[in-house]
């Protein structure tokens, strides 16, 4: 009998790194795309120890992965293990989507492209001034994409100093703009002169859903814009409580659809359907 040529199994892999990673819900999104796109390609969800990330990035050039999404606490730590990065990573130090590209692993960083485009569809982010909690790879990436979008001034609120004036520096030496930083020691009271307040922190994420921001919410105004990067739950507590002062809000959800539309495009090329994929996780979050 002959073998028929159309005949394939192999399914092409992409994935996501991360500590803890159990309720990450980017799989459920990103295969949603694939099945809609009639691709025959896979995502899987990957705890990986720090301790082990080497291991892991060799295991996944081995294996032939596509690429692969990093998240806490890898964003940083795995740039020493890939062959290159983009441009906006490497002026991020931070990448959150790793691409093959011939036989090199690339890294990207969609998490400030995907804000950049949420925040652009409710407010014209020139001239305007951002409060952002923390001061991590998720802090870096939004940091960078709304100055290179025209943010006149941020101010990092932070815990550990040390991350938090190293943000700050960053972001003033590479984009020339003006950078406070407040050393987040007790209840922060949020300017009156704040337009954008973004939590870029794991504070509120799933299972510890009743975590609050230390901040005074009496000090939050109806004319700010307040967003969150947490996409599980989507209604944070920031997020609901923002609402109900009436400003405008941005949940984790819009932005974790927004990245995986940008990494779908670099893995595999196709534009993904942001509908389906939101439907995808508005189903799992119901």
């Known amino acids: 009998m002959e073998k028929d040529s159309a005949m394939n199994f192999k399914q092409e892999l992409t994935a996501v790194f991360g500590k803890p990673v159990a309720e990450n819900p980017t799989q459920p999104m990103i295969e949603a795309a694939y099945r809609h796109h009639r691709l025959a390609w896979r995502y899987l969800t990957i705890e990986v120890d720090p301790a082990h990330l080497a291991d892991a990035v060799r295991g996944a050039r081995a294996m032939g992965f596509a690429g692969f999404n990093c998240t806490i606490p890898h964003k940083v730590a795995v740039i020493q293990h890939l062959d290159g990065l983009g441009k906006s990573a490497e002026l991020m130090g931070a990448v959150n989507c790793v691409v093959r590209r011939g036989e090199k ?13 949420a925040l652009s569809s409710r407010m014209d982010p020139k001239g305007r001034r951002m409060v952002m909690f923390g001061a991590g790879g998720a802090a870096r990436a939004i940091g ?60 509120g994420l799933y299972p510890d859903v009743r975590a609050q921001l230390d901040i005074d919410f009496g000090t939050i105004a109806p004319t700010m814009l307040v967003a ?15 609402a109900e002062r009436g400003c405008t809000v941005i949940d984790g959800l819009e932005m974790l659809v927004n990245q995986g539309v940008i990494g779908i495009k670099y893995w595999t090329g196709v534009d993904a359907n942001a509908t389906v994929m939101r439907e995808a996780l508005l189903r799992i979050f119901e």
């Open 105 to 117: 692993l690339i890294g990207e960083n969609t998490d400030g492209k995907g804000f950049v485009a």
């Open 144 to 203: 960078v994409e709304v100055g290179l979008a025209g943010v006149s001034h941020i101010t990092v609120v932070n815990r550990n100093e040390m991350r938090g004036t190293e943000l700050a520096g960053l972001l003033e030496s590479r984009l020339n703009l003006p950078v406070d930083f407040v050393q987040w020691d007790r209840t922060y009271r949020v300017p009156a002169n704040t337009d954008i307040l973004v939590n870029a922190t794991s504070i």
């Open 228 to 242: 969150d990067v947490i996409p599980n739950p989507p209604r944070t507590h920031l997020v609901t409580t923002a």
